[in-house]
C-alpha cells in the first residue's frame, strides 16, 4: 500500500502510538477499486490519470480507458488467436510427416513460419529416403 501512496493513488496514512498505518474509510474504498482496475489490466500510471481529481475521477477520462483498454485486449485476443492457429498449423504438419514416416526440414519450417500467412505446406517435409 505504500507504493499506492508514493504514486498519488493514496493519501498517506496516519501512523498509531505504534507505527502501524492507519487507513480511512475512503482510502479503503479507493484501494478496493485499485484492486479491481488492477485485476481488469490496468496500470498504475492509468489509474493516477483517473484518480487525479481530488473530488474523485472524471467520469470522460474513466471511460476513454475503459475504451483503451478495450482495444488493448482486442488487440491482444487477435494476436493470440493468430498464435494458436499457427500452433495448430505446425502440430499438424508435424504429426502428419512424422506419421509418413518423414523427417522435417527445420529451416524450410523456420522460413514458411517467418513469412506467414500462407498455410504451411506439406514443402516442408523431407521423405525419410531422402534425408540420409
Not at 508514493?6 to 475512503?26: E, F, I, Q
Amino acid at each position: 500500500m505504500s507504493d499506492y501512496e508514493k504514486s498519488g493513488l493514496l493519501p498517506a496514512a496516519r501512523r498509531g502510538s505504534n507505527g502501524y498505518r492507519s487507513y480511512s474509510n475512503d482510502a479503503i474504498e479507493r484501494l478496493r477499486l485499485i484492486q479491481v482496475a488492477q485485476s481488469l489490466g490496468f496500470s498504475l500510471d492509468a489509474l493516477g490519470g483517473v484518480f487525479a481529481s481530488a473530488e474523485g475521477f472524471r467520469k470522460d477520462e474513466l471511460m476513454r480507458n475503459l475504451d483503451v483498454r478495450l482495444a488493448e485486449i482486442d488487440g491482444l485476443m487477435l494476436t493470440l488467436r493468430s498464435q494458436r492457429r499457427e500452433l495448430r498449423d505446425l502440430r499438424e504438419t508435424l504429426r502428419s510427416s512424422w506419421a509418413a514416416g518423414d523427417c522435417v526440414d527445420a529451416v524450410a519450417l523456420a522460413k514458411e513460419m517467418s513469412a506467414k500467412p500462407a498455410p504451411m505446406s506439406r514443402r516442408l517435409t523431407i521423405r525419410s529416403s531422402e534425408a540420409r
